[in-house]
């Protein structure tokens, strides 16, 4: 059983990720829908970006199923609590990960990092800024009006290159979501995790910061200060 602290922050967790997967899908069409347990999508969302994620343990399937489009390919659903079963309604198991939250009394390692971070403030930063994260090339997944007081693109800049990045996205809740942290070379990761944790201090020094990783990510995670809660899964439609 889920102590009530850790259930607080997962809760917290699933909502701030979900406002930041509306604002992305927002940029390509009509925003999405929240109802008490899950936010859903009426129409397919851009790649790498679920159709529906669940808000509260407990979700109806059938529901949030009715909601989106699973008709069109990639069609997935963020199961925030890993206690949906989709599979009879043609998904199947992406992958599994683990929530992370990072609390504000807790200090930044530091890296020694040789990196120089910044916040992207304009339409040709965002397009470098998206193409260093997707390793090849900006494809306008991330829209022009995104960068904000409330999300901010950061930069860790070798010299003229982006050589790592995040996404710091401030929602409804009191939290910050920590996402798309990239590092191109593996000796940056660690840059990577306390230069965006940095940034998110002097922006927002009172809150904890959320997130969720899995694998190497989260064993990076947890070296930069975070603590595991609990699963999710990712389910895509097999369409």
Known sequence: MTDPDTHALLLAAARDNAEWCDAVARGHGPAGAFAPDAWTSARRTPPLYPDAVTLAPGASAAALVAGIDTDGPGCSVKDSFADLDLAGDGFEVLFEARWIHR???????????????????????????????????????????????????????????????????????????????????????????????????????????VGYESGDDLDAAVRAGFTPLGPLRIWLHAA
């Open 103 to 209: 609390p504000t009394a807790a200090p930044a390692a530091g890296s020694g990092s040789r990196l120089e971070w910044s916040a992207v403030t304009d339409p040709a930063g965002l397009e470098e800024w998206e193409a260093a994260w997707d390793g090849e090339r900006s494809t306008g997944l991330f829209h022009r009006a995104l960068p904000s007081r409330d999300i901010v693109f950061l930069a860790g800049r070798a010299g003229d290159r982006i050589a790592a990045g995040a996404v710091a996205h401030r929602g409804s809740g009191a939290v910050v979501g920590l996402s798309n942290l990239f590092a191109h070379d593996e000796a940056d990761t660690d840059a990577a995790w306390s230069g965006a944790l940095d940034a998110i201090a002097a922006r927002w020094p009172e809150l904890p910061v």
